[in-house]
């Protein structure tokens, strides 16, 4: 008897508790349902409230990117207009000096003729006598210089440093003929052979020719003349 009711008891017990389980796995998954659709519906309104607060920003966003746009094209306008304005400065400035530039050179290649001429030992049939051919460099010589100095504005300093050193080696062999007159002046005067001589290798063969192919280097640079290497090696 005694056995028999401690088995009843125990299945009794037992019984409860499956239920008191099975209640407390429903309760835990009703539990888990219910706080799952809480957070769901918590997460899809901040969701909601984060999409709404970029699609605003994004909205301010392309507005200022627009703006900074339109801004950059009234600048890049403005740019492109004074763009224009300088080339335009810069391509009159270029013709003038070109016409500056082929101008004084064409008067200083007069002024060397005339320096060659006068210089030169060989006497030629037809050619004009001392004091014409001073006077022919004279006028050659003032002619180049006044013109330089007219438009020496036109070069940067290092061709005028260029100009004037050519200027000063063509006046120096001038005022040796003016002055100490190396040729025959006067019936019975002696010629001074050497100064002669060194006059004319001044004018066709040393000084003269090298600071001449000087400036012609610095004036192609000027125009933008291209000069081939070849060329410049020879």
């Known amino acids: ?9 125990a299945r009794s017990i037992i019984g409860e508790l499956g239920l008191f389980a099975i209640g407390a796995t429903v309760v835990g998954w009703v539990a888990r349902g219910a706080i799952s659709n809480y957070f769901d519906k918590e997460f899809s309104e901040y969701q909601s409230e984060i999409d709404k607060e970029l699609t605003e920003y994004q909205s301010e ?20 207009t004074e763009l224009e304005k300088e080339k335009l400065r810069f391509s009159e400035l270029h013709n003038e000096r070109a016409k500056v530039t082929a101008e004084l050179y064409e008067r200083f290649v007069e002024f060397e003729e005339d320096m060659r001429t006068l210089t030169d030992l060989m006497e030629r049939p037809g050619d004009p006598p001392m004091d014409e051919q001073m006077e022919n460099a004279a006028k050659s ?11 020496k504005i036109y070069f940067p300093p290092y061709v005028c440093e260029t100009i004037e050193d050519l200027q000063s080696e063509l006046k120096s062999v001038f005022v040796e003929f003016q002055v ?40 192609r640079d000027l125009l933008g003349v291209e000069v081939d290497q070849q060329d410049q090696q020879e």
């Open 1 to 9: 008897m005694v056995v028999d009711f401690l088995i009843n008891a």
């Open 61 to 80: 966003i392309d507005k200022e990117i627009e703006q900074y746009r339109a801004e950059l094209e009234k600048e890049l306008d403005n740019y492109r």
């Open 141 to 151: 010589g003032n002619q180049f210089v006044n013109y330089y100095m007219k438009n």
């Open 180 to 219: 100490y007159k190396p040729h025959v002046d006067r019936p019975g005067d002696s010629i001074d052979s050497d100064r002669w001589l060194k006059n004319w290798n001044t004018v066709t063969k040393d000084e003269v020719p090298e600071i001449k192919e000087e400036l012609e280097g610095h004036f």
